[in-house]
């Protein structure tokens, strides 16, 4: 007799799928309009948002605060980022800079979803 084991509740594949999507949408257009090599920076930049989310998210709600020499490490990153990609800030930021910026947000949802699962387990037994 076959039975089928619930892998994942289909709200977070939904979810995870759309911040997929969005991302490689947002990822192509940027490409489009900044240049390959831009886009590709910003793109690759998603651990430092993630940090950066995790950080807050933790010191928020679950009232967890990293120590200074982290958060410096991190506004350090951002600030090379900034140079490295010659982002006038006083003229202001291009919208498809922030486009790419959220893909990054995008890629980095994608990716914290998928570290909470566990391991694929077969669709379906034979008992």
Avoid: Q
């Avoid at 940027?30 to 910003?42: E, K, Q, Y």
């Avoid at 506004?75 to 486009?99: M, T």
């Amino acid at each position: 007799m076959l039975s089928s084991v619930v892998l994942f509740a289909i709200n977070v594949l939904i979810i995870r799928g759309l911040m997929g999507g969005f991302g490689i949408l947002s990822f192509y257009i940027t490409v489009v309009h900044l240049g390959a090599g831009r886009s590709v920076i910003i793109n690759l930049s998603s651990p430092m948002f993630g940090s950066l989310f995790g950080s807050l998210f933790a010191a928020i709600w679950l009232k967890e605060f990293l120590p200074l020499h982290s958060w410096l490490w991190m506004l350090a990153g951002f600030s090379g980022l900034v140079i490295f990609l010659e982002i006038d800030l006083h003229a202001g930021v291009n919208l498809y800079e922030l486009l790419g910026a959220g893909l990054t947000l995008f890629a980095t949802w994608r990716i914290v979803s998928a570290r909470d699962r566990p391991a694929p387990l077969p669709v379906t037994t034979c008992s």
